[in-house]
């Protein structure tokens, strides 16, 4: 699919148009004309998202109306509490109650203790550098569609005061443009 970038191409496909209307309509009328070969604005954004909420083991994320997901990299901090059991942190990709993708850190972490969490994407494997550094791979080329969820939790769900914060990047695509229909 060729791509529009220059001002004076776009410039030059208005004016071929020979339009007697207002500004307003020329996207309607272009959408005709130009869109079968370039989707006008179909620009993924990269959106950070994050939650500092405290006093919870387990966030959930959910992929907006009209949008489409693929998930970049995102950090967790684990703070645990005094309660004694051995947690391990996982990264979910849900549909409602199915569970659709799932990876753990290949360590646990225990009580009274924080830890950093790194999920990636690649196609490698978990792997842990020190004791308090997990490495949690997340498939490369993973799409999730509009109200599909992204979840970070203790999968053994010790304590539910327990602290997890997130950070995350997506790419993120509007599915409500023609190309996706």
Same mark, same amino acid.
């Given at each position: 699919?060729?791509? *529009?970038?220059? =001002?004076?191409?776009?410039?030059? +496909?208005?004016?071929?148009?020979? @339009?007697? #209307?207002?500004?307003?309509?020329?996207?309607?009328?272009?959408?005709?004309?130009?869109?079968?070969?370039?989707?006008?604005?179909?620009?993924?954004?990269?959106?950070?998202?994050?939650?500092?909420?405290?006093?919870?083991?387990?966030?959930?994320?959910?992929?907006?109306?009209?949008?489409?997901?693929?998930?970049?990299?995102?950090?967790?901090?684990?703070?645990?509490?005094?309660?004694?059991?051995?947690?391990?942190?996982? *990264?979910?990709? =849900?549909?409602?109650?199915?569970? +659709?993708?799932?990876?753990?850190? @290949?360590? #646990?972490?225990?009580?009274?203790?924080?830890?950093?969490?790194?999920?990636?994407?690649?196609?490698?494997?978990?792997?842990?550098?020190?004791?308090?550094?997990?490495?949690?791979?997340?498939?490369?080329?993973?799409?999730?569609?509009?109200?599909?969820?992204?979840?970070?939790?203790?999968?053994?769900?010790?304590?539910?005061?327990?602290?997890?914060?997130?950070?995350?990047?997506?790419?993120?695509?509007?599915?409500?443009?023609?190309?996706?229909?």
């Amino acid at each position: 699919m060729a791509k *529009i970038e220059k =001002r004076e191409v776009i410039q030059k +496909l208005i004016d071929g148009l020979n @339009l007697d #209307v207002g500004i307003e309509q020329i996207p309607l009328l272009l959408d005709k004309t130009v869109r079968p070969v370039y989707v006008i604005n179909d620009i993924p954004q990269i959106r950070f998202i994050q939650d500092n909420v405290t006093g919870d083991n387990s966030k959930d994320f959910t992929v907006p109306a009209g949008k489409m997901w693929r998930f970049l990299y995102g950090y967790a901090e684990f703070v645990s509490t005094a309660t004694v059991g051995n947690r391990r942190i996982q *990264i979910q990709f =849900r549909d409602g109650t199915n569970l +659709l993708w799932n990876s753990v850190a @290949l360590n #646990v972490q225990t009580n009274n203790s924080t830890e950093a969490y790194h999920f990636h994407s690649s196609q490698g494997d978990n792997s842990e550098n020190t004791a308090i550094r997990h490495f949690i791979a997340v498939p490369e080329r993973a799409w999730l569609e509009e109200n599909q969820v992204i979840r970070f939790q203790d999968s053994a769900s010790i304590d539910a005061t327990d602290d997890i914060k997130i950070r995350f990047f997506v790419e993120e695509h509007d599915r409500t443009l023609k190309r996706f229909k």
